[in-house]
C-alpha cells in the first residue's frame, strides 16, 4: 500500500514536470527498493526514469555510472560535495573530453574534505553561486538528455547514513529545462578562487 502511495506521489510529481498531457505510466516489477519507471513525453518519446533511495541504496553508484556513461557534457549544481566517488568520476569524465561544468553553493569555501578545489585543479569549471542564502540545488544534467536531482547530496554521509531519495530521469525535454536553469545560476555564479 505505501509503495503504491509512493509510487503515485512521484508519477504526479513526474506528470508535473512534463507537462502531464497523454502520459502513459507503467511499473517495471522489482523486488528491490529501487524502482524503474517507463513514461513517455508529450511528443510520445520515452521517458525512463529510475529510483533510488539511502541510506545505501545505490546512490552514489547510480550517479557514478552515469557521469562515466557520458559523452558530451555535464552541467552540476550542488550544495555539499564531498564524495571522493563522484569527484573522480567527474574528474576522469573532463579528462576524456567531456564538458564538465560545476556550480556550488559557497559554503564549500569552509568545508572540510570538499570537492571544490581538487575539480579546480583538475581543470573543471568551477564557479560559486552566493546570490542565494543557500544554493541547495543537488542536480547534473548529462548529455542534454539525462537529469539527475533529489534530496541526495553529493557526499559520503548521503549514501551511508541520511534517509534521501535519488531521480534520474531520461528526457530531454525536461533537461532542457534543467539545463535553462541551471544558465541562470551559472550566469550570476563567481569564478572559483582558491583561498589563501
Known sequence: MQLKLISIILLMI????LG???????????????KEIQTTDREGGPVGV????SPKGGCTEAIVYAINNATKSILV???SFTSDAIETALIDAHRRGVDVHVILDRSQYEMKGT???NLFTAGVDVKMDKKHAIAHNKVMVIDGFSVITGSFNFTRQAEISNAENLLILN???????????WNVHY?????????K
Do not use: W
Open 14 to 17: 513526474i506528470s508535473a514536470c
Open 20 to 34: 502531464g498531457a497523454g502520459m502513459h505510466y507503467y511499473i517495471k516489477p522489482n523486488k528491490d527498493i529501487n
Open 50 to 53: 529510475k529510483v533510488r533511495f
Open 77 to 79: 549544481q550542488a550544495y
Open 115 to 117: 570537492a571544490t578545489d
Open 171 to 181: 528526457s530531454s525535454n525536461l533537461a532542457a529545462l534543467y539545463t535553462d536553469n
Open 187 to 195: 550566469a550570476h555564479s563567481e569564478p572559483y578562487v582558491r583561498p
